[in-house]
C-alpha cells in the first residue's frame, strides 16, 4: 500500500521550454509554493522538436541555449518564492527516463508533466505522460485542458478496490496543498472534493440493486475519508453512470467544473493493469483539467 504522505516535499517537473509548457511550469511552481515544496526543474533534449541538428555544432548551441533559458526559468521562479533545489538539462536520453532518474534522485512525491495528446488520436502510448503514468513508479500529475488559476474544485475518484481506497487516502492527504493556491483567490466559490465512483449503466439495466449497493459502498468509503477533510473544504459524493468511464466522467469533469481529477492505476483485481490504466491514460489524454495519477502500492 502507498505510504500516505502528508504534504508535498519534492516536485520533480518536466520544461520543455515551448510555448505551451508555461501552463505546466505554472501549476508545479504553485503547488510547490503552497507546499512549500522543492521544485526540481528537468529538460530533456529529446522534448524538443529543435534537437534535431543539421550540423554538429548547431546542436551544441541549441543546448547552451536551452540552458540559459532554463537558468532564466530558475531565477523568474525563486523571485515568485518558489524553491527551486535543481534545474538539470540534458542533451540526451528519453525524457520520462530523466525525469523518473532525477525523482528517483531526490525522492520526489510528485512528478509534474504535460500532455501532447490531441483530441482525436487515441492513446498515444510513445507519449511521455504516457510511459510515466505506465511506469508506475510515483504520482503524476498530468497538465491538461484548461489549467486553473487556483485548484478549487478536486474529483477523487474511487472503484472502491482497496488500492482506490489507498489514493483516495492520500489524495485527501494532499488537499491543502493541491488547493493551496486557491487561498490566494477569495470570492471564487468554496473549496470543494468530490468522491467519485462512476459505473456501468449496463449493469444496472440488468440488475437494478446495483445502484443502491454502489451508493452504499460510497457512503461507507466517504463516511471513512470525511475525518480526514481539511476544515473548510466542502464534501460531495457523485455516483455517475454511463458506457465507458473516461466518456463519464470527462462530461462530469465540465458540467461540475472540477479544477483537478485525481485517480489511481490500478483498479479491481480481476483486471489487468493494461486495462485498467486505460481509464487513467484516457482521462490523461481527454480530460478538460489536469489530472493526478496515483499508483497504490
Same mark, same amino acid.
Not at 505522460?129 to 505506465?134: E, K, N
Given at each position: 500500500?502507498?505510504?500516505?504522505?502528508?504534504? !508535498?516535499?519534492?516536485?520533480?517537473?518536466?520544461? @520543455?521550454?515551448?510555448?505551451a509548457?508555461?501552463? #505546466?511550469?505554472?501549476?508545479?511552481?504553485?503547488?510547490?509554493?503552497?507546499?512549500?515544496?522543492?521544485?526540481? !526543474?528537468?529538460?530533456?533534449?529529446?522534448q524538443?522538436?529543435?534537437?534535431?541538428? #543539421?550540423?554538429?555544432?548547431?546542436?551544441?548551441?541549441?543546448? +547552451?541555449?536551452?540552458?540559459?533559458?532554463?537558468?532564466?526559468?530558475?531565477?523568474?521562479?525563486?523571485?515568485?518564492?518558489?524553491?527551486?533545489?535543481?534545474?538539470?538539462?540534458?542533451?540526451?536520453?528519453?525524457?520520462?527516463?530523466?525525469?523518473?532518474?532525477?525523482?528517483? @534522485?531526490?525522492?520526489?512525491?510528485?512528478?509534474?508533466?504535460?500532455?501532447t495528446?490531441?483530441?482525436?488520436?487515441?492513446?498515444?502510448?510513445?507519449?511521455?505522460? /504516457?510511459?510515466?503514468?505506465?511506469?508506475?513508479? %510515483?504520482?503524476?500529475?498530468?497538465?491538461?485542458?484548461? *489549467?486553473?488559476?487556483?485548484?478549487?474544485?478536486?474529483?477523487?475518484?474511487?472503484?472502491? &478496490?482497496?488500492?482506490?481506497?489507498?489514493?483516495?487516502?492520500?489524495?485527501v492527504?494532499?488537499?491543502?496543498s493541491?488547493? &493551496?493556491?486557491? %487561498? #490566494?483567490?477569495?470570492?471564487?466559490?468554496?473549496?470543494?472534493? /468530490?468522491?467519485?465512483?462512476?459505473? +456501468?449503466?449496463?449493469?444496472?439495466?440488468?440488475?437494478?440493486?446495483?445502484?443502491?449497493?454502489s451508493?452504499?459502498?460510497? @457512503?461507507?468509503?466517504?463516511?471513512?475519508?470525511?475525518?480526514?477533510?481539511?476544515?473548510?473544504?466542502?464534501?460531495?459524493?457523485?455516483? !455517475?453512470?454511463? *458506457?465507458?468511464?473516461v466518456?463519464?466522467?470527462?462530461?462530469?469533469?465540465?458540467?461540475?467544473?472540477?479544477?483537478?481529477?485525481?485517480v489511481?492505476? %490500478?483498479?479491481?483485481? *480481476? !483486471? *489487468?493493469?493494461?486495462?485498467?490504466?486505460?481509464?487513467?491514460?484516457?482521462?490523461?489524454?481527454?480530460?478538460?483539467c489536469?489530472?493526478?495519477?496515483?499508483?497504490?502500492?
Amino acid at each position: 500500500m502507498i505510504p500516505i504522505l502528508n504534504t !508535498l516535499r519534492n516536485i520533480v517537473v518536466g520544461a @520543455d521550454l515551448q510555448a505551451a509548457s508555461s501552463r #505546466t511550469l505554472t501549476l508545479a511552481a504553485e503547488l510547490a509554493r503552497g507546499a512549500n515544496a522543492n521544485l526540481h !526543474l528537468v529538460h530533456a533534449a529529446a522534448q524538443s522538436e529543435a534537437y534535431k541538428p #543539421t550540423a554538429a555544432g548547431r546542436h551544441d548551441d541549441e543546448f +547552451d541555449d536551452a540552458r540559459r533559458a532554463l537558468d532564466i526559468i530558475r531565477s523568474r521562479l525563486a523571485d515568485e518564492q518558489v524553491s527551486i533545489a535543481s534545474a538539470e538539462c540534458f542533451a540526451s536520453g528519453r525524457p520520462e527516463d530523466r525525469l523518473l532518474e532525477r525523482a528517483n @534522485d531526490v525522492s520526489a512525491d510528485l512528478i509534474v508533466v504535460g500532455s501532447t495528446a490531441r483530441e482525436g488520436h487515441g492513446h498515444r502510448l510513445g507519449s511521455t505522460a /504516457d510511459r510515466l503514468v505506465r511506469a508506475g513508479e %510515483h504520482a503524476v500529475l498530468v497538465v491538461r485542458g484548461e *489549467t486553473p488559476t487556483s485548484v478549487r474544485r478536486v474529483a477523487i475518484l474511487t472503484d472502491f &478496490s482497496e488500492g482506490a481506497k489507498a489514493v483516495a487516502r492520500q489524495g485527501v492527504a494532499w488537499l491543502p496543498s493541491l488547493m &493551496s493556491s486557491a %487561498h #490566494t483567490s477569495p470570492g471564487d466559490g468554496a473549496l470543494q472534493v /468530490d468522491f467519485v465512483h462512476a459505473g +456501468d449503466e449496463r449493469v444496472l439495466v440488468m440488475d437494478a440493486t446495483v445502484e443502491a449497493w454502489s451508493r452504499q459502498r460510497l @457512503d461507507e468509503e466517504v463516511g471513512h475519508l470525511k475525518s480526514h477533510v481539511p476544515a473548510g473544504i466542502g464534501v460531495r459524493q457523485r455516483l !455517475l453512470w454511463g *458506457t465507458h468511464p473516461v466518456d463519464t466522467i470527462e462530461s462530469a469533469a465540465v458540467e461540475h467544473a472540477w479544477h483537478l481529477i485525481v485517480v489511481g492505476t %490500478h483498479g479491481k483485481g *480481476t !483486471l *489487468t493493469r493494461w486495462v485498467v490504466g486505460s481509464v487513467a491514460i484516457g482521462l490523461c489524454q481527454g480530460a478538460p483539467c489536469p489530472v493526478v495519477v496515483m499508483p497504490p502500492r
